[in-house]
């Protein structure tokens, strides 16, 4: 792989699901999860993904995986399109490409400590090693992620939420990834942990260069850890841009999500952008802009007819909106 080429690259990549109804199930409607995506995530970035609950980010992630199969597109790593491969060709990449679940309670096999649930994707995917070389790579592991070696024999239902996140990233890291999806990693913790976990990852990156997909509903934990910001509505891609362009964001739907961040300054809080409406159903998408039904700027006639494709406003800065610019 080159230095200019991407890690990761999606081209046009859709996700959906057939779901049946009606008398006898004979009826079926096409859930659109993803519609239309194209992303990259370069060496040893982190790309944020931003939207509400239920706008496709998880599908994306675990799509960008394999763990879902896309229904159009290519999925590049390394250079290579991973979306024509069976399970048995994608085995020898999963040890290149990694998940952090965001539930640190459900993603553990309660049965297993922690020394048979690293020991099991290392023994997969690392080949043999000797028992020596097994416990020095699980002490290096554990250090890694901030947990005492005595851990090692103790289960998952023994552990603080952060702890068992820590397990989890430990678990991702013991087969020495080079991207990592890390799907609303803390959304489930408390804030004092939050934190930590955070500063773990942003640490790990700098030590090993590891490349991020970092999705959160949180837009400002996203504008911390990434170096770009993707923001999705409805399975697709609004708009995306550099960290430090979020300030000057273009989007209807990014501008209410900025002025729901908590402000200490009075001024900018009563700059909030009240959005009306509901989330639309995948299952039934608006016509036109997505995003037209609750947007304050809509135009009838130009909104609801046509769909908006990203267009480059500023250098790295692409924009799906017909008034935008």
Known sequence: MSEAQPLLELRNVSTQFVQRGGMFARETRVLRAV??????????????LVGESGCGKSTLGRTVLRLIDPAAGQIKFEGRDIVPLSQRQLRP????????FQDPYGSLNPRMNVRATL???????????????????????????????????????EFSGGQRQRIGIARALSVRPRFIVADEPVSALDLSIQAQIVNLLMDLQADLGVSYLFIAHDLKLVEHVSQRVAVMYLGRIVELMPRE???????????????????????KRKLRVLLTGELPSPLNPPSGCA?????????????DVSRPELRELAPGHFVACHLAG
């Open 119 to 157: 020991l099991e994707a290392m023994r997969v995917h690392g080949g043999r090693r000797t028992a020596a070389e097994e416990r020095g790579a699980l002490l290096e592991l554990l250090e890694r992620v901030g947990l005492r070696p005595e851990a090692l024999e103790r289960y998952p239902h």
């Open 35 to 48: 519609d239309d995506v194209s992303l990259h995530v370069g060496a040893s970035e982190t790309l944020g």
């Open 245 to 267: 362009r979020l300030e000057h964001s273009l989007h209807p739907y990014t501008k209410a999500l900025r002025s729901a961040v908590p402000e200490i300054d009075p001024v």
């Open 93 to 100: 990449l999963r040890s290149r490409m990694q998940i952090i």
């Open 291 to 303: 995003f037209h039904p609750r947007c304050a700027i809509a135009q009838r006639g130009l909104c």
